[in-house]
Structures are given as structure tokens and as C-alpha cells.
């Protein structure tokens, strides 16, 4: 495993915990990290966030990420042993929610078959 996807890995963890136990915005409570992506150079890091709820809780939800995000650098530079911690970039994963919605919509068929 190359070095960024290392600390990838380690970032993830520690932004999981920071916003499952330190971030006290109610907006964020239906949040999960799902995955973090680290540039070459380790400067900036991509955290995709899976967010629950109706469309209007996940922009506010998003809102009230990107406000936290220099918060977040912040503790990851107390919880890292990191000469430079990257610039956190909080970003929506559409990809999980697309998903989901397919595993319903299938469910869904199955279950009209099955009647």
C-alpha cells in the first residue's frame, strides 16, 4: 500500500470519530464517512460523506460540514503524528446514494414478482 493511501486510511478513521463525537451540530447526526481519496503531495484530502435524509437535511448537512472544516483539520493535526496535515475537503457521495436507491428499486421488483 503507496503512502497516501496510508494515511488515507488513518485520516478516515480519525474524521470518523471527529465528527461521529466532537462535532455537536445536530445537521450532521445522519452523517458517515464513507471513504477519504489524498493527493500525491498529501496537501489536500477528499472525505466523501454519505448523508441520510431528505434533500434539504443533506445540503444543510453539508453546510454545516464544510463550515467544520477547518475544526476537523485542526484535530486531526492533535490526533496525527503528521508534519502537514492536509486541507480537509468534505465532499457528498453520490455514488453510495445511487446505490442504495438501485438495492430499493430492486427490492421493490422482487417483491412485485413474488405477489
Request: hydrophobic share 40%; no cysteine.
Amino acid at each position: 500500500m503507496h503512502r497516501p493511501e496510508r494515511v488515507a486510511e488513518a485520516i478516515r478513521e480519525e474524521i470518523t470519530a471527529i465528527v461521529s463525537y466532537e462535532l455537536d451540530d445536530p445537521r450532521i447526526q445522519s452523517v458517515s464517512v464513507t471513504k477519504v481519496l489524498v493527493s500525491e503531495n498529501l496537501r489536500d484530502a477528499s472525505v466523501y460523506v454519505l448523508v441520510e435524509g431528505t434533500e434539504e437535511e443533506k445540503q444543510n448537512a453539508m453546510k454545516a460540514l464544510r463550515n467544520a472544516e477547518k475544526f476537523v483539520r485542526r484535530q486531526l493535526a492533535f490526533s496525527m503524528n503528521m508534519r502537514r496535515v492536509p486541507y480537509i475537503h468534505f465532499i457528498r457521495d453520490t455514488v453510495e446514494e445511487r446505490a442504495i436507491r438501485v438495492e430499493k428499486i430492486i427490492e421493490e421488483l422482487h417483491l412485485k414478482e413474488n405477489k
